[in-house]
């Protein structure tokens, strides 16, 4: 059964469906790993992760020596190259470093980006609120005085805004290159043309059922796979040459570039395809858990895939002409391996007398490997589609992409989307890749270039991770940084001479995706800017609630905005219009924090406008960027459930709508009654009821929770709570009730977001034409959240940016 549910999320309408894949119930993980949960989720890692590096063999040397063997020490020096370049950025950088900077157990540049968005203000967008550092997951601390540089770089992420612009860019490159890169891999898979485009297309027809069922189903062959590259690898090693472990000394990488000069820095182009697939490592990180990975890729992958490149070079030692086949070449007849051909040699005279037909001739390992290794190497675009779903997902979240109809394909595991639009775009490119190059060579440099820009960002963001947030030392900082920048520039350099022999495509791509998004926030933040300097002041709201002509409509009216303060431009309009509102009127704002996810009991955020006879609130309900949207019915019911308890607080607090109210700041936690008890008393604010956005929760269930030795809430109920005051709050309460049975009704501000007369060429391109066009052709605001369109009222504004 499908639930459909389409909000607007940041900026980007984005419908969502949750599409039960699963028959059993949604169940949470439990926290601590078990020995047994860690071996499953190990064993998943080698169906969804693995494919795209265990399949790197394929063509590793072939990229290498595209003119072929010029010395046969260029073989143990390329080897060297494999493994070291394996060792520094597989398995130091990523398994290692970069999977301990995850943001809540997710990984990749968006979460990168999310986690330093916690510790310093740097998103384009001003919706930030103080209330938002007490969520429970937010973990937000200031660094401590003598730690100099952490304050430095949270100041110089705060105040200047080319860092924070840049550093924005830089996450929306890593974006756009994933995306190009989902389109590259499955394209790499095979290199018999229309056979690869048929099961591109079968690929990403099973996208629907979902990662999870598809992954876990082909975790078998991706083992398989890789016990067989171990297998062949160690026998080409014994047969033809155990001095290709000489590689391991770095002596042959000096002598290498020595010999090859250019040659030999332009190769490092198809060295740099041993550690593709790396970042689907990392940004898939939230499927799994990193002990689950660093298990799976230090006993599985990485013996294996090592062993397959020593037994190709040992190979090749013997045989140099076959390197542009070198992983099928090196594959050996079944009929050369002692114990198979003892055993065939049986079978060759039963089939014969039984069949009248010879064996031996058919016997060989190629054809099955063959077949192994396809399969293999479209379970790796497993991988990389899965994180293009993830990342655009995300990038909704930050206002960086149009509105798209998004599948949660489990509800045991949020993070396993399906977008519709999107695998057919990425269907569509990786088939006009394959057709158009034909070669796996060329198409090989063009995912080089993406994987290399990635870890160029991911090593930049990291260093600031460190810096911001780590507080490591500065010396173990710089050794990281040089190390792995220097190295990594090295490879771009190397893939960048390639630019024009088919590795501009990937670029190409990248740029097209990146003028989508950026146009996409552009107008988002100008938008959003325009109705921040154009809400209606608190005298205007007043004189709007106070004429005589104003009817008042039975029911709920839900007015969705942007705006997590003050009231929106659009309302006065409306009220022009429609002189009439409902008899209670919510100013609905969703609003998604850098965090995974976000507890239902921190969700919700009220406060009351003015005159408490018309009911006017502002709720803001806060999300983490992995979070689902519920759908409409359960979405009223849990904001009506908690606006009940905001009427309780308020009137418990006996607060008036225009008077100053202190909150404690600890409060606004999940775990309030620990701020009750004999702790120090936290830090207060005064906040202004109009300018005050409570924590939803009920007062009554904090008394439940807290101690009985608490005196502060034993003053509390002695002093507040009476008899009078609860039958007024539950006669609130009940009218609130009344409302939402006569029905709910969902108003949307549809604005036109034009240029102003005198903007530049360029402005008035890309608001007029560009995002106008990108509106029109993402998903309308019609379908947001499934409502019935009896029950959804539009009003239509234009705004001039």
């Known amino acids: 059964m499908a639930q459909a549910t389409t909000v607007d ?3 980007s309408r984005e419908e969502i469906v949750i599409l039960d894949v699963e028959s059993e119930e949604a169940s949470v993980p439990p926290a601590i790993d078990s020995c047994a949960r860690t071996l499953r989720l190990a064993f998943q890692c080698v169906g969804i992760l693995y494919g795209d590096i265990g399949t790197s063999p394929l063509f590793v040397y072939s990229s290498t020596f595209r003119d072929g063997v ?6 143990l020096g390329a080897l060297s190259l494999v493994i070291y370049s394996f060792v520094l950025f597989t398995v130091i950088k990523y398994v290692y470093i970069a999977l301990r900077a995850n943001d809540d157990g997710d990984g990749g540049t968006f979460a990168l980006y999310t986690l330093i968005s916690r510790h310093a203000k740097v998103s384009l967008i001003p919706n930030q609120q103080a209330e938002d550092e007490f969520v429970s997951k937010y973990n937000r601390g200031k660094p401590p005085a003598t730690l100099r540089r952490a304050q430095w770089m949270k100041e110089l992420l705060e105040t200047n805004k080319t860092v924070k612009i840049s550093l924005f860019l830089l996450t929306m490159l890593a974006t756009a290159m994933v995306i190009s890169d989902a389109i590259l891999t499955p394209a790499i898979s095979d290199e018999i043309v229309w056979i690869t485009v048929g099961i591109l297309v079968a690929l990403f027809a099973i996208q629907r059922f979902g990662t999870d ?4 189903l082909f975790a078998p062959v991706i083992l398989l796979w890789l016990l067989l590259i171990g297998g062949v690898g160690v026998y080409n090693l014994i047969k033809y040459d155990t001095g290709a472990l000489r590689a391991f000394n770095l002596k042959y ?13 332009v190769s490092l182009g198809g060295i740099l395809l041993c550690f593709t697939g790396t970042e689907a490592l990392f940004s898939d990180l939230g499927y799994f858990s990193i002990r689950s990975i660093q298990l799976s890729f230090g006993f599985g992958l990485v013996p294996s895939v090592l062993l397959a490149y020593i037994g190709q070079a040992a190979y090749l030692r013997v045989h140099p002409e076959d390197v542009a086949n070198t992983f099928y070449r090196s594959t050996p007849s079944m009929l050369k391996i002692p114990v198979i051909s003892h055993i065939l040699s049986h079978l060759y005279y039963v089939h014969l007398n039984f069949f009248n037909r010879p064996l031996l001739d058919a016997v060989s390992l190629f054809w099955p490997t063959f077949i192994l290794a396809l399969a293999a190497s479209i379970i790796g675009s497993q991988a990389m589609i899965s994180c293009a779903f993830a990342t655009i997902s995300h990038s909704q979240t930050l206002g960086c992409f149009p509105r798209v109809k998004i599948l949660h394909t489990s509800r045991q595991y949020s993070g396993q989307l399906y977008i519709p639009e999107v695998n057919y775009l ?21 995912h080089g270039i993406c994987v290399v820009l990635v870890m160029i960002i991911t090593t930049l963001l990291l260093t600031i991770v460190m810096l911001l947030i780590w507080k490591i030392s500065i010396w173990w900082i710089a050794v990281f940084f040089v190390v792995f920048m220097s190295s990594e520039l090295i490879y771009l350099s190397a893939i960048l001479y390639r630019f024009a022999h088919g590795a501009y495509v990937p670029v190409a791509m990248s740029a097209f995706l990146m003028v989508v998004m950026i146009v996409w926030h552009y107008v988002h933040v100008k938008k959003y800017n325009f109705e921040l300097e154009h809400t209606v002041p608190r005298d205007k709201v007043k004189g709007l609630l106070g004429r005589r002509d104003i009817q008042r409509v039975p029911g ?18 409306l009220i022009e219009k429609i002189p009439s509102i409902h008899s209670v009127l919510i100013f609905v704002s969703m609003k998604h924090l850098p965090v995974p996810y976000v507890d239902l009991s921190e969700r919700f955020l009220f406060r009351q406008v003015d005159r408490e006879d018309y009911k006017v609130f502002q709720c803001v309900a806060r999300y983490g960027y992995r979070d689902p949207f519920e759908e409409a019915k359960d979405f009223v019911d849990k904001l009506v459930e908690h606006l009940q308890y905001y009427i309780r607080d308020v009137n418990l607090y006996g607060v008036a709508s225009d008077e100053p109210m202190l909150i404690q700041s600890s409060s606004y936690r999940s775990s309030l009654a620990e701020s009750f008890g004999s702790r120090d008393k936290p830090s207060v604010k005064a906040v202004y009821a109009e300018e005050m956005l409570t924590p939803a929760e009920s007062f009554s269930e904090h008394i439940r929770q807290a101690s009985g030795k608490n005196k502060l809430f034993t003053q509390f109920q002695g002093e507040k709570m009476n008899i009078v005051e609860m039958m007024k709050i539950q006669k609130e309460q009940q009218a609130i009730l009344e409302e939402m049975n006569k029905g709910v009704v969902y108003i949307f501000g549809e604005s036109e977001v034009v240029a102003r007369p005198h903007s530049s060429l360029l402005k008035k391109i890309v608001v007029n034409y560009l995002y106008s066009f990108l509106r029109k052709n993402s998903r309308n605001g019609e379908k947001i959240m499934s409502i019935p369109r009896r029950q959804v009222l539009k009003v239509g504004i234009s705004y001039e940016i």
């Open 556 to 573: 709920i009216g839900l007015f969705y905005t942007e705006l997590v303060q003050g009231i929106p431009p659009v309302f006065p309009h």
């Open 253 to 265: 990488i000096i002598d290498y570039f020595r010999r090859n000069k250019k040659k030999g820095w």
């Open 426 to 446: 990425l269907c569509l490119g990786a088939c006009l890749v394959t057709i158009g190059f034909k070669t796996t060579v060329i198409i090989g440099e063009a």
């Open 213 to 216: 069922k598809v992954g876990y």
């Open 70 to 75: 010029g010395h046969p020490d260029d073989l």
């Open 9 to 11: 999320r940041s900026g």
